[in-house]
Nanobody, 128 residues
């Protein structure tokens, strides 16, 4: 069974930075694409970004592109979400998720239903 555990989020002032990590258990970490999603109260869970298995290819939502960076360390079974220039509208619970299907397209990876495993989520609050 694969388990994903996000690091603790926190309260940050607008314009600040925060890095989240997602530790993934299991021997086949390098076979998973790992995505980040977020969900604000009263809203649907939305795609933030994803990193492919090789760690070289990433995609981001337009709302975070240029501010957020996803990276992965396959030796540590960990994926990181570096968030810079944070805005109040970035306030949400953040989730990492793993997809085991090597056939998933970029379009598939935007969809919450594509992912097999999810972390428990961590709250990020950005104050104005």
């Amino acid at each position: 069974q694969v388990q994903l555990v996000e690091s603790e989020g926190g309260l940050v002032q607008a314009g600040g930075s925060l890095r989240l990590s997602c530790a993934v258990s299991g021997r086949t970490f390098s076979s998973y694409a790992v995505g980040w999603f977020r969900q604000a109260p009263g809203k649907e869970r939305e795609f933030v970004g994803v990193v492919l298995r090789n760690g070289l290819s990433t995609r981001y939502a337009a709302s975070v592109k240029g501010r957020f960076t996803i990276s992965r360390d396959n030796a540590k079974n960990t994926v990181y979400l570096q968030m810079n220039s944070l805005k109040p509208e970035d306030t949400a619970a953040y989730y990492c998720a793993a997809d085991s299907d090597i056939g998933s397209t970029w379009f598939d990876l935007l969809n919450v239903r594509t992912y097999d495993y999810w972390g428990q989520g961590t709250q990020v609050t950005v104050s104005s």
